[in-house]
């Protein structure tokens, strides 16, 4: 494990992305550096509106107008390759998405379309980014079916193996869009259909969800949360991403199936080997989920460390509130006294100056940098700057 | 031995049902669907119920040589059960061929005009920005002038360009429509593009094509629906306004608009002449008023937001 840990697969650095509203630009993220190493899970915290998911679309480029990512790098490693992601052009990008990083989205019921049942939207999946194997499957299983098949039977099935090896040599081969457009003999598909669903259905069972022969047909809304959110999990996992982001997956969950869900992304994990950018403000389930944690502020990453050395000591001062902030019983009710500043004229310096009870002149000044206060233990903060 | 339902299509049964129940529940939708399937059969069953002439182009009335070359309209009687109209055209043919016409008219108009729709609606509400702009922009342009105003002056340049009277009013009715149709795509498709599940298909490597076609356009296509079968009454009015107006069909063509235009003369006649006019207008409001019935029936059914009351 200590091994596969030190291999960065996702390196963000100095990410800046703004919004252009009416109100003015909203500098949304403010140079956000982070890293993600193989097989760890990193939980990103911070309040609403700090940037957390922003990052994350950023990762996958999926962010809409009018948000528009304006430097920075997020360097991707691949098959022994880095490459920088905001170089890549849509084609690659879409080969991307789900292929090596896939999202998880916070309300599963509006993540599903509410025209397809489970299945076929799973199974879109398998098509946009496992087609491949899929028809080596079905040759696989028609030249079986040949050799014992007879008459006229044999000489369709020869047909149909016909056409799906020049799928497998040309996808965008004419004569099998053409095939597939002239009915009953459109039929060859059910074969390709009939591996999807075997497919599709067998993730679901990992997924743990009861009865999977029955779900791939429900629509969304026939499903409960939990269950919703194990489809759209289901559809993350479908070409084994290398990345899994998932952007708050159990805020709108119970308490009980929220601990399923987590239980579930765990285990996952350890099977599956993945890596997981764990988006939340809950900073029960960091504790609970994650190897390493990013609190972000106001647009700024300003503290990455091990879980458990953020939560024993925290460096930054916002850090420290928040800790201080999760309610306990016995303790009175503390909080950061202030605001988040407005991301459209934010202070000068350090973004978080006006609510730090240790502000200096210089966190008026200038913008603290990421430094290295201990040992993998990164903060931005003006008190740890100086002395290394 | 008893039919098993399986499970899997439960829920589509008891859609069905929903939507069989909640017609029964509104005479109204009904009585609209009974017009429509009323005309369907007279359209579908025109060279039964009255045989054309052989040789003849079947949309064309034939006039009745017995009655001699007289302009006035003939009244009703065994042989033309509708009564004659100019130069002794038989009304009752005239109605149940314009029939037939009317749903080639208005098929001829609506595809065209949902495709464009579909496609340039997709486009501006999916890709927004400049592209978005252009379109809304040249919609502006033709809904800013009034329809049949707009649709008679296509019809009479295309006329001049020597297009055949029935083609050019087909393409003015399809250009003055497709605006329509574009923005209201447009607008679902805004309501749609912003759903997490077009996120979703986005993070999931789906192409702007398969975002456009397979994920926001079932999400669209009850409106579509809705306003497509409210329209289908609507455009065989224009085109029967165009007729009415001299613009469209060539005299003696089985169009009610043009009946009503050769029954006209005959309106200063008191009820004299009743059955010339009075057919024809019959048989357009009732297809009209057939549609707008089944399109708020549809309405009812398939608009989640009337359809749980």
């Keep these: 494990m200590e091994k596969a840990v030190s291999e960065e697969i996702i390196r963000v650095e100095d990410l800046y992305l703004n919004f252009y509203t009416y109100e003015g630009v909203v500098k949304a993220l403010d140079g956000v550096s982070l890293n993600i190493k193989r097989g760890e899970i990193l939980g990103v915290v911070g309040e609403t509106g700090c940037g957390k998911s922003v990052t994350s679309l950023s990762i996958l480029k999926i962010v809409v107008p009018p948000g528009k990512i304006e430097g920075g790098q997020i360097k991707f490693n691949v098959k022994g390759k880095t490459y920088n992601m905001l170089e890549f052009n849509e084609p690659t990008m879409s080969r991307v998405r789900g292929r090596y990083i896939s999202m998880v989205f916070q309300e599963p019921r509006a993540a599903l379309n509410p025209v397809y049942s489970v299945g076929d939207q799973i199974g879109e999946v398998f098509y946009l980014h496992r087609k491949e194997e899929i028809i080596k499957a079905v040759i696989e299983q028609l030249r079986k079916e040949v050799e014992t098949a007879k008459g006229f039977r044999k000489r369709v099935l020869r047909l149909y193996l016909s056409l799906y090896e020049r799928m497998l040599k040309n996808p965008k081969s004419l004569r099998v869009r053409l095939a597939s457009k002239i009915p009953i003999l459109r039929r060859f598909r059910n074969l390709m259909k009939k591996e999807v669903r075997k497919r599709t259905v067998e993730l679901l069972r990992t997924l743990r969800i009861p009865d999977p022969e029955r779900v791939v047909d429900m629509y969304p809304h026939e499903l409960s949360g939990g269950m919703a959110q194990r489809c759209v999990i289901a559809m993350a996992l479908v070409a084994n991403p290398i990345l899994l982001i998932a952007d708050e997956p159990t805020t709108n969950l119970d308490v009980t199936v929220q601990a399923q869900i987590l239980v579930l992304i765990r285990e996952l994990q350890k099977k599956l080997g993945s890596t997981i950018l764990y988006i939340t403000h809950d900073l029960g389930v960091v504790a609970e989920l994650c190897d390493r944690v990013a609190v972000m502020y106001a647009g700024n990453v300003v503290e990455i460390a091990d879980v458990m050395t953020l939560f024993k000591e925290p460096l930054h001062p916002y850090t420290q509130g928040l800790l201080e902030s999760i309610p306990r019983p016995g303790k009175p009710f503390t909080s950061i006294p202030g605001i988040v500043p407005s991301l459209i004229n934010p202070p000068p310096g350090c973004r978080f100056n006006e609510r730090c009870k240790y502000a200096m002149d210089i966190c008026w000044k200038q913008k603290p940098p990421l430094v290295e206060a201990g040992k993998e233990h990164y903060v931005a903060c003006h008190l740890y700057s100086g002395g290394k | ?309």
């Design chain 2, 1 to 309: 031995m008893k039919f098993k339902v399986p499970e899997r299509l439960q829920p589509t049964i008891r859609e069905i049902k929903f939507i069989l129940r909640r017609i029964k529940d509104t005479p109204l939708s009904l009585f609209g669907i009974a017009i429509v399937m009323f005309f369907v059969v007279i359209a579908a069953f025109a060279p039964l119920l009255a045989p054309p002439v052989p040789g003849l182009n079947p949309y064309l009335i034939p006039s009745d040589p017995a009655l001699g070359f007289r302009v006035e309209p003939s009244p009703p009687s065994p042989k033309h059960p509708f009564g004659t109209t100019l130069l002794q055209r038989d009304i009752y043919y005239g109605c149940i061929w314009g029939t037939r016409w009317a749903f080639q008219v208005a098929l001829e108009v609506i595809i065209p005009i949902v495709a464009i729709g579909v496609v340039l609606g997709l486009i501006a509400g999916y890709y927004g920005g400049v592209i978005d702009e252009i379109l809304m922009r040249f919609t502006d342009i033709i809904l800013a002038f009034p329809g049949l105003i707009l649709a008679m002056c296509l019809v009479t340049v295309l006329t001049q360009a020597n297009w055949t009277t029935i083609d050019s009013v087909l393409l003015s009715i399809i250009l003055i429509g497709w605006p329509g149709y574009t923005r209201l795509i447009r607008g679902e498709t805004l309501r749609v593009r912003n759903e997490d599940y077009i996120e979703a298909a986005r993070a999931s490597g789906a192409s702007d094509l398969r975002i456009m076609f397979r994920h926001i356009l079932p999400n669209t296509i009850y409106s579509i629906i809705i306003v497509a079968s409210l329209d289908f009454g609507g455009i065989v009015l224009t085109t029967a306004a165009l007729s009415f107006l001299g613009l469209g069909a060539p005299t003696g063509w089985a169009d009610w608009g043009r009946l009503i235009y050769d029954g006209m003369g005959f309106v200063s006649g008191g009820l004299r002449w009743w059955w010339s006019w009075v057919y024809p207008g019959v048989f357009i409001s009732l297809f009209v008023l057939g549609w707008s019935l089944l399109g708020d029936a549809l309405r009812d059914v398939l608009d989640p937001l009337y359809r749980r009351k």
